[in-house]
């Protein structure tokens, strides 16, 4: 589109005809130098859609998850490693889904990841026993008011099991 002195043009870009053995020969030269910078991040986490001829998908990857364990820093380890997941998890297979999971394992944010999917699966068993001993009760003729002193659920949850537990 062209408006005088604005012009607008898209560009369509297709990674898999870009340099992907360029681009990890590239990249080892700046994390071996110090000089990562924010391209480079984009440049790992796309890396695996590039075209590659000295390697194969498998070697690519395999660089690829090397280059994300060297990364410096902890946190731009996470970054890069949960980027190329979310680009690429539909095309990865399950052994290097789990080689790059693993390496995230190895990160402080999916063990607090893991942690609180740990505690929110406790928490919702604990909900879940209690309602069934509620049912339970009531099957037995227990009254709502004794349901919620010893399970500790609301009123209104009580009485909506109450009411699924007698038809």
């Given at each position: 589109m062209d408006a005088g002195t604005i012009?607008?043009?898209?560009?369509?870009?297709?990674?898999?005809?870009?340099?992907?053995?360029?681009?990890l020969e590239t990249l080892q030269r700046h994390l071996a130098a110090h000089?990562?910078?924010?391209?480079d991040r984009v440049r790992l986490a796309f890396a695996f859609?590039?075209?590659?001829?000295?390697?194969s998908r498998d070697?690519?990857?395999?660089?690829?998850?090397?280059?994300?364990?060297?990364l410096p820093r902890r946190d731009e380890q996470n970054y890069v490693a949960a980027l190329i997941l979310g680009f690429s998890g539909r095309i990865l297979t399950d052994e290097q889904m789990e080689r790059l999971?693993?390496?995230?394992?190895?990160?402080?944010?999916?063990?607090?990841?893991?942690?609180?999917?740990?505690?929110?699966?406790?928490?919702?068993?604990?909900?879940?026993?209690?309602?069934?001993?509620?049912?339970?009760?009531?099957?037995?003729?227990?009254s709502v008011a004794d349901v919620v002193e010893i399970t500790g659920l609301s009123e209104a949850e009580a009485e909506e099991i109450r009411r699924k537990a007698l038809q």
């Open positions: 012009r607008y043009r898209i560009e369509n870009l297709y990674l898999n005809r870009m340099d992907g053995d360029g681009a000089e990562w910078t924010e391209s859609h590039m075209h590659f001829t000295n390697r070697e690519a990857f395999s660089e690829i998850v090397d280059l994300v364990q060297r999971k693993g390496v995230l394992s190895m990160t402080d944010l999916l063990k607090a990841i893991e942690q609180e999917a740990l505690e929110k699966g406790l928490q919702q068993g604990r909900q879940e026993e209690k309602r069934e001993v509620a049912e339970r009760m009531f099957k037995r003729g227990a």
